[in-house]
Protein backbone atom coordinates (compact mmCIF):
# COMPACT_ATOMS: atom_id res chain seq x y z
CA UNK A 1 0.00 0.00 0.00
CA UNK A 2 2.93 2.76 1.15
CA UNK A 3 4.48 2.10 -2.27
CA UNK A 4 1.14 2.39 -3.93
CA UNK A 5 1.12 5.46 -2.00
CA UNK A 6 4.73 7.04 -3.17
CA UNK A 7 3.75 5.75 -6.74
CA UNK A 8 0.84 8.46 -6.83
CA UNK A 9 3.42 10.93 -4.78
CA UNK A 10 3.65 13.54 -7.29
CA UNK A 11 7.19 15.47 -7.41
CA UNK A 12 7.93 18.49 -6.89
CA UNK A 13 11.59 20.68 -7.41
CA UNK A 14 11.75 23.89 -5.76
CA UNK A 15 14.69 26.08 -6.48
CA UNK A 16 14.28 28.70 -3.04
CA UNK A 17 16.08 31.70 -4.04
CA UNK A 18 16.37 34.78 -1.88
CA UNK A 19 14.94 36.59 -5.04
CA UNK A 20 12.75 34.01 -6.73
CA UNK A 21 11.01 30.70 -6.38
CA UNK A 22 11.35 28.65 -9.29
CA UNK A 23 9.11 24.67 -8.94
CA UNK A 24 10.37 22.06 -11.18
CA UNK A 25 7.35 19.84 -12.07
CA UNK A 26 9.19 16.27 -13.46
CA UNK A 27 7.59 16.00 -16.88
CA UNK A 28 6.19 19.16 -17.32
CA UNK A 29 9.17 21.71 -16.90
CA UNK A 30 9.48 24.76 -14.72
CA UNK A 31 5.58 25.54 -13.83
CA UNK A 32 6.36 28.67 -11.72
CA UNK A 33 8.75 31.40 -11.70
CA UNK A 34 7.28 34.13 -9.03
CA UNK A 35 9.49 36.17 -6.95
CA UNK A 36 10.07 35.58 -2.85
CA UNK A 37 8.20 38.46 -1.64
CA UNK A 38 5.41 38.46 0.37
CA UNK A 39 3.15 41.37 1.42
CA UNK A 40 1.59 41.09 4.83
CA UNK A 41 -0.85 43.40 6.48
CA UNK A 42 0.09 44.67 10.30
CA UNK A 43 -1.57 43.78 13.08
CA UNK A 44 -5.41 44.73 13.27
CA UNK A 45 -7.84 43.21 16.21
CA UNK A 46 -7.29 41.86 19.74
CA UNK A 47 -5.95 38.78 18.22
CA UNK A 48 -2.39 40.63 16.76
CA UNK A 49 -0.78 38.45 14.12
CA UNK A 50 0.35 39.51 10.79
CA UNK A 51 -1.95 38.88 7.54
CA UNK A 52 -0.33 37.36 5.04
CA UNK A 53 -2.50 39.42 1.95
CA UNK A 54 -0.42 38.50 -1.49
CA UNK A 55 2.12 36.06 -2.09
CA UNK A 56 4.80 36.07 -5.29
CA UNK A 57 4.65 38.06 -8.32
CA UNK A 58 1.62 39.81 -6.86
CA UNK A 59 3.12 40.62 -3.73
CA UNK A 60 6.39 41.77 -6.14
CA UNK A 61 3.87 44.89 -7.57
CA UNK A 62 3.42 46.05 -3.82
CA UNK A 63 6.93 46.54 -3.08
CA UNK A 64 7.78 50.28 -2.23
CA UNK A 65 4.38 50.91 -3.58
CA UNK A 66 2.20 50.17 -0.57
CA UNK A 67 0.45 51.99 2.11
CA UNK A 68 1.80 52.03 5.13
CA UNK A 69 0.14 49.37 7.03
CA UNK A 70 0.64 46.77 4.48
CA UNK A 71 4.37 45.69 4.13
CA UNK A 72 5.92 43.58 1.14
CA UNK A 73 8.90 41.45 2.25
CA UNK A 74 10.95 38.41 1.66
CA UNK A 75 10.77 35.88 4.57
CA UNK A 76 14.22 34.46 2.45
CA UNK A 77 17.35 36.11 3.31
CA UNK A 78 21.05 35.60 1.82
CA UNK A 79 19.63 32.20 0.78
CA UNK A 80 18.39 31.01 4.40
CA UNK A 81 14.71 31.27 6.02
CA UNK A 82 14.74 34.41 8.04
CA UNK A 83 11.03 34.83 8.56
CA UNK A 84 10.01 31.11 9.28
CA UNK A 85 5.98 31.24 9.08
CA UNK A 86 5.99 33.44 6.29
CA UNK A 87 8.28 30.92 4.07
CA UNK A 88 6.50 28.17 5.03
CA UNK A 89 2.96 30.52 3.70
CA UNK A 90 4.71 30.63 0.90
CA UNK A 91 6.31 27.44 0.23
CA UNK A 92 2.48 25.86 0.75
CA UNK A 93 1.25 28.76 -1.75
CA UNK A 94 3.59 27.87 -4.58
CA UNK A 95 3.07 23.76 -3.92
CA UNK A 96 -0.39 23.84 -4.07
CA UNK A 97 -0.43 26.34 -7.11
CA UNK A 98 2.14 23.88 -8.98
CA UNK A 99 0.15 20.73 -8.11
CA UNK A 100 -3.45 21.85 -9.20
CA UNK A 101 -6.09 19.87 -7.86
CA UNK A 102 -3.81 16.30 -7.38
CA UNK A 103 -4.84 15.22 -4.10
CA UNK A 104 -1.45 13.44 -2.47
CA UNK A 105 1.28 15.06 -0.78
CA UNK A 106 4.18 15.66 -3.04
CA UNK A 107 8.26 14.27 -2.85
CA UNK A 108 10.05 17.37 -2.32
CA UNK A 109 13.02 18.29 -3.31
CA UNK A 110 14.73 22.18 -2.06
CA UNK A 111 18.05 23.92 -2.93
CA UNK A 112 20.05 25.59 -0.30
CA UNK A 113 22.95 27.18 -0.06
CA UNK A 114 26.52 25.31 -0.08
CA UNK A 115 27.45 27.22 3.13
CA UNK A 116 24.39 26.18 5.34
CA UNK A 117 24.09 24.98 8.61
CA UNK A 118 22.38 21.57 9.90
CA UNK A 119 20.11 24.36 11.57
CA UNK A 120 19.27 25.55 8.24
CA UNK A 121 18.75 22.94 6.47
CA UNK A 122 16.10 21.20 9.20
CA UNK A 123 14.23 24.39 8.77
CA UNK A 124 14.10 24.58 5.32
CA UNK A 125 13.03 20.58 5.52
CA UNK A 126 10.69 21.35 8.31
CA UNK A 127 8.87 24.21 6.62
CA UNK A 128 8.21 21.98 3.39
CA UNK A 129 6.85 19.53 5.79
CA UNK A 130 4.36 21.74 7.39
CA UNK A 131 3.67 22.86 3.83
CA UNK A 132 2.01 19.75 2.83
CA UNK A 133 4.99 17.91 1.27
CA UNK A 134 5.16 14.08 1.62
CA UNK A 135 8.96 13.66 2.10
CA UNK A 136 11.38 16.65 1.76
CA UNK A 137 15.20 16.29 0.84
CA UNK A 138 17.28 19.34 0.72
CA UNK A 139 20.44 19.32 -1.81
CA UNK A 140 22.94 21.83 -1.91
CA UNK A 141 22.91 24.44 -4.44
CA UNK A 142 25.97 24.21 -6.71
CA UNK A 143 25.35 20.50 -6.87
CA UNK A 144 22.03 20.89 -8.34
CA UNK A 145 23.27 23.78 -10.96
CA UNK A 146 26.14 21.18 -12.12
CA UNK A 147 23.34 18.58 -12.73
CA UNK A 148 21.17 21.26 -14.44
CA UNK A 149 24.05 22.50 -16.39
CA UNK A 150 24.78 19.21 -17.69
CA UNK A 151 27.93 18.37 -16.21
CA UNK A 152 28.73 14.91 -15.35
CA UNK A 153 29.17 15.32 -11.81
CA UNK A 154 30.15 11.34 -10.98
CA UNK A 155 32.74 11.27 -12.85
CA UNK A 156 36.29 11.65 -11.09
CA UNK A 157 37.13 15.00 -12.74
CA UNK A 158 37.25 18.19 -10.54
CA UNK A 159 34.48 20.65 -12.11
CA UNK A 160 34.09 24.15 -10.76
CA UNK A 161 30.60 25.71 -10.42
CA UNK A 162 29.51 29.44 -9.75
CA UNK A 163 26.03 29.87 -8.79
CA UNK A 164 25.44 33.77 -8.56
CA UNK A 165 21.94 34.36 -7.26
CA UNK A 166 20.23 37.09 -5.49
CA UNK A 167 21.38 36.20 -2.49
CA UNK A 168 24.35 34.68 -2.42
CA UNK A 169 27.30 33.28 -4.75
CA UNK A 170 28.10 29.93 -4.18
CA UNK A 171 31.24 28.49 -5.87
CA UNK A 172 31.88 24.79 -5.16
CA UNK A 173 34.46 21.69 -6.35
CA UNK A 174 32.52 18.89 -7.81
CA UNK A 175 34.31 15.61 -8.08
CA UNK A 176 33.08 12.02 -8.09
CA UNK A 177 29.07 13.32 -7.04
CA UNK A 178 30.29 15.77 -4.22
CA UNK A 179 31.29 18.70 -3.06
CA UNK A 180 35.29 18.81 -2.65
CA UNK A 181 35.87 22.79 -1.66
CA UNK A 182 32.98 25.43 -0.96
CA UNK A 183 32.17 28.68 0.04
CA UNK A 184 28.94 30.76 0.02
CA UNK A 185 29.01 34.85 0.17
CA UNK A 186 26.11 36.77 1.01
CA UNK A 187 27.19 39.06 -1.88
CA UNK A 188 25.24 38.88 -5.13
CA UNK A 189 22.31 40.26 -7.14
CA UNK A 190 20.66 42.06 -4.52
CA UNK A 191 24.12 43.36 -3.22
CA UNK A 192 25.18 44.68 -6.69
CA UNK A 193 21.48 46.73 -6.72
CA UNK A 194 21.64 47.99 -3.65
CA UNK A 195 25.43 49.69 -4.86
CA UNK A 196 23.79 51.06 -7.86
CA UNK A 197 21.10 52.87 -5.81
CA UNK A 198 23.85 54.20 -3.02
CA UNK A 199 25.70 55.02 -6.24
CA UNK A 200 23.39 57.24 -7.72
CA UNK A 201 21.97 58.62 -4.22
CA UNK A 202 26.02 60.16 -3.85
CA UNK A 203 27.01 60.56 -6.96
CA UNK A 204 23.18 62.34 -8.44
CA UNK A 205 21.83 63.46 -5.27
CA UNK A 206 18.76 60.72 -6.81
CA UNK A 207 16.84 58.42 -4.87
CA UNK A 208 15.69 55.85 -6.86
CA UNK A 209 13.71 52.10 -5.91
CA UNK A 210 15.34 48.78 -6.19
CA UNK A 211 12.87 47.89 -8.81
CA UNK A 212 14.85 50.71 -10.63
CA UNK A 213 18.12 49.43 -9.36
CA UNK A 214 18.11 46.31 -10.93
CA UNK A 215 16.38 47.13 -14.09
CA UNK A 216 19.81 49.69 -14.71
CA UNK A 217 21.74 46.64 -13.71
CA UNK A 218 19.91 43.96 -16.47
CA UNK A 219 19.62 46.63 -19.38
CA UNK A 220 22.75 48.67 -19.48
CA UNK A 221 24.88 46.91 -16.50
CA UNK A 222 28.53 45.13 -16.94
CA UNK A 223 31.19 43.63 -15.23
CA UNK A 224 34.11 45.48 -16.64
CA UNK A 225 34.30 48.33 -18.77
CA UNK A 226 32.64 48.46 -22.34
CA UNK A 227 34.65 50.35 -25.10
CA UNK A 228 30.95 50.91 -26.51
CA UNK A 229 28.82 52.07 -23.73
CA UNK A 230 25.13 51.81 -22.85
CA UNK A 231 23.13 54.55 -21.31
CA UNK A 232 19.83 54.39 -19.96
CA UNK A 233 17.69 57.40 -18.69
CA UNK A 234 16.83 56.83 -14.79
CA UNK A 235 13.87 58.51 -12.79
CA UNK A 236 13.62 59.31 -9.15
CA UNK A 237 13.31 61.94 -6.29
CA UNK A 238 15.69 64.41 -6.11
CA UNK A 239 17.04 64.70 -2.82
CA UNK A 240 17.44 68.52 -2.93
CA UNK A 241 13.95 69.55 -3.88
CA UNK A 242 12.05 66.04 -3.44
CA UNK A 243 10.59 66.48 -6.82
CA UNK A 244 10.57 63.79 -9.83
CA UNK A 245 13.75 64.28 -12.23
CA UNK A 246 15.64 62.10 -14.88
CA UNK A 247 19.36 61.14 -14.81
CA UNK A 248 21.63 59.48 -17.82
CA UNK A 249 23.48 56.84 -16.58
CA UNK A 250 26.22 54.16 -18.34
CA UNK A 251 27.34 51.13 -18.44
CA UNK A 252 30.90 51.95 -16.88
CA UNK A 253 29.79 54.50 -14.37
CA UNK A 254 27.69 51.26 -13.42
CA UNK A 255 31.34 48.73 -13.43
CA UNK A 256 32.29 51.96 -11.21
CA UNK A 257 29.76 51.52 -8.72
CA UNK A 258 29.67 47.99 -8.51
CA UNK A 259 32.93 47.30 -8.96
CA UNK A 260 34.05 46.11 -4.88
CA UNK A 261 30.42 44.06 -4.72
CA UNK A 262 32.19 42.41 -8.51
CA UNK A 263 35.51 41.86 -5.92
CA UNK A 264 33.84 40.26 -3.02
CA UNK A 265 32.58 37.64 -5.26
CA UNK A 266 35.65 37.04 -7.64
CA UNK A 267 37.98 36.54 -4.05
CA UNK A 268 35.25 34.15 -3.03
CA UNK A 269 36.13 31.89 -6.58
CA UNK A 270 39.62 32.59 -6.03
CA UNK A 271 39.59 31.60 -2.39
CA UNK A 272 38.05 28.26 -3.87
CA UNK A 273 40.75 27.65 -6.44
CA UNK A 274 43.68 28.25 -3.52
CA UNK A 275 41.89 25.32 -1.61
CA UNK A 276 41.20 22.88 -4.36
CA UNK A 277 43.73 19.97 -4.62
CA UNK A 278 46.91 19.86 -7.15
CA UNK A 279 45.00 17.34 -9.38
CA UNK A 280 41.35 18.98 -9.63
CA UNK A 281 42.85 22.24 -10.02
CA UNK A 282 44.10 20.82 -13.27
CA UNK A 283 41.07 19.22 -14.33
CA UNK A 284 39.65 23.07 -13.80
CA UNK A 285 41.64 24.45 -15.86
CA UNK A 286 40.83 22.15 -18.86
CA UNK A 287 37.19 22.43 -18.04
CA UNK A 288 36.81 26.03 -17.24
CA UNK A 289 34.56 27.48 -14.98
CA UNK A 290 30.83 26.79 -15.34
CA UNK A 291 28.37 30.27 -14.38
CA UNK A 292 24.69 29.56 -13.52
CA UNK A 293 22.52 31.77 -11.96
CA UNK A 294 20.68 35.17 -12.46
CA UNK A 295 23.51 36.98 -11.96
CA UNK A 296 25.48 35.41 -13.78
CA UNK A 297 24.00 37.15 -17.04
CA UNK A 298 25.21 40.19 -15.74
CA UNK A 299 27.12 41.26 -19.02
CA UNK A 300 30.86 40.30 -19.31
CA UNK A 301 31.15 37.79 -16.74
CA UNK A 302 32.90 35.36 -17.84
CA UNK A 303 35.56 37.88 -19.13
CA UNK A 304 35.77 39.37 -15.43
CA UNK A 305 36.14 35.45 -13.45
CA UNK A 306 38.77 35.38 -16.31
CA UNK A 307 40.29 38.06 -15.69
CA UNK A 308 40.90 37.97 -11.84
CA UNK A 309 41.39 33.63 -11.75
CA UNK A 310 43.14 33.01 -14.90
CA UNK A 311 41.15 30.16 -15.83
CA UNK A 312 38.76 30.58 -19.05
CA UNK A 313 34.92 30.89 -17.84
CA UNK A 314 31.42 30.49 -19.78
CA UNK A 315 28.21 30.87 -19.34
CA UNK A 316 25.86 27.40 -18.73
CA UNK A 317 22.79 27.02 -21.32
CA UNK A 318 19.72 28.88 -19.36
CA UNK A 319 21.74 29.51 -16.13
CA UNK A 320 18.73 31.17 -14.56
CA UNK A 321 17.19 27.54 -14.75
CA UNK A 322 20.09 25.56 -13.99
CA UNK A 323 19.41 24.67 -10.21
CA UNK A 324 15.56 23.73 -10.74
CA UNK A 325 16.31 21.65 -13.40
CA UNK A 326 18.67 20.07 -11.43
CA UNK A 327 16.26 19.62 -9.23
CA UNK A 328 13.63 17.84 -11.42
CA UNK A 329 16.92 15.43 -12.95
CA UNK A 330 18.02 14.74 -9.43
CA UNK A 331 13.83 13.90 -8.06
CA UNK A 332 13.78 11.77 -11.73
CA UNK A 333 16.71 9.88 -10.56
CA UNK A 334 16.20 9.70 -6.79
CA UNK A 335 17.46 6.63 -5.85
CA UNK A 336 20.67 7.02 -7.78
CA UNK A 337 21.20 10.76 -6.31
CA UNK A 338 19.56 9.78 -3.02
CA UNK A 339 22.79 7.91 -2.18
CA UNK A 340 25.56 10.10 -3.44
CA UNK A 341 24.17 13.52 -2.40
CA UNK A 342 22.16 12.99 0.76
CA UNK A 343 24.74 10.82 1.84
CA UNK A 344 27.78 13.78 1.02
CA UNK A 345 25.58 17.20 2.30
Not at 264 to 277: F, H, N
Request: proline residues 5%; charged residues 20%; hydrophobic residues 45%.
Amino acid sequence: MMALMSFFSPKLGIDLGTTNVLVFVPGKGVVINEPSVVAVGKAHGEHGGNKILAIGAEAKQMVGRTPGDIIAYRPMKDGVIADYRVTEAMLRYFMKKALGNNPFKPVVLVSVPAGVTSTEKRAVIEAAMKAGAKNAFVVKEPILAAIGAGIPIHEPMGRMVVDIGGGTIDVAVISLGGIVASTSVKCAGDRLDRAITDHVKKQHNLAIGEKTAEELKIKVGAAVPLNEELTMPVKGRDLMSGLPRTVDISTNELVQAMARELREMTQAIRKVLQDTPPELAADIIDNGIILTGGSSQLRMMPELVYRRTGVVAKLAQDPYYCVARGTGIALKHLDTYQKSILAKQ
